[in-house]
């Protein structure tokens, strides 16, 4: 089992959609989780922390569901330039006392006018 | 202002012939990683620095090697790029307790 799996995608949607991004992890000890962002040729970026509780940025909600090994991404009203690849991330303490992040290998998104 | 610089940003280089990439960081962050990223994968750790303490992946090839002369640099060699080697290789940096890694531009290796 791949330690952090997303769906294949690519997701295509027209401006103004909804769309949803989901990721399961199989390390039961991974400590944090994130969405990151790539553009295409580009360097991953962070896009948001994902907590148990839920958080909210603007158009992006992030929903971790513990119990289930379960990460969701929710964009509201999509514009154009969320075109990237979104990257499920998670975060665990290595042997060396340094964090290690896990990659999916990510969901591409493209927004068609 | 760039936080973590990777050089160069493009390098085609032969098939065995030796390939020094390098990173700096202006974050003064205590540990640096090195990842691979082929075509529609996703990033691979290959080793990371912990201060100077060097942790290796277990799958990483030998062709790979890592020097970390200061807090401010490492470098990722590769002793003898194979034809698999071509690449994206991302530069990352994080404190000590502290969950996020700052990404550099990554450097596009091709190898023909």
């Known amino acids: 089992r791949k330690e952090v799996e997303q769906d294949p995608g690519p997701f295509n949607v027209p401006e103004g959609a909804t769309v949803a991004f989901n990721c399961t992890y199989s390390n039961s000890a991974s400590q944090s989780f994130f969405w990151y962002r790539q553009d295409c040729r580009k360097e991953p970026k962070l896009l948001m922390s994902?907590?148990?509780s839920g958080n909210e940025d603007g158009r992006f909600t992030a929903q971790l569901n513990r119990a289930s090994q379960y990460i969701s991404l929710l964009i509201r009203d999509s514009k154009l330039s969320d075109s990237a690849t979104y990257l499920c991330v998670v975060n665990g303490l290595s042997g060396a006392g340094s964090y290690q992040l896990t990659f999916g290998k990510g969901t591409k998104l493209s927004v068609i006018p | 202002d760039a936080m973590v610089i990777q050089n160069p940003r493009y390098q085609v280089t032969q098939f065995g012939k030796p390939v020094t990439l390098s990173c700096s960081q202006t974050?003064?962050?205590?540990?640096m990683y090195w990842y691979q990223q082929k075509s529609s994968q996703a990033p691979k750790l290959l080793f990371h620095?912990?201060?100077?303490?060097?942790?290796n992946e277990a799958d990483t090839p030998d062709n790979f090697q890592s020097r970390r002369p200061n807090t401010s640099f490492c470098f990722l060699d590769i002793r003898s790029p194979g034809l698999g080697d071509t690449a994206m290789y991302l530069c990352?940096?994080?404190?000590?307790?502290?969950?996020?890694?700052?990404f550099g531009p990554g450097t596009r290796l091709t190898v023909t």
């Open positions: 974050l003064n962050h205590n540990v």
């Open positions: 990352a940096t994080s404190r000590t307790g502290d969950n996020e890694q700052y």
């Open positions: 994902v907590y148990s």
């Open positions: 620095y912990y201060d100077k303490d060097f942790n």
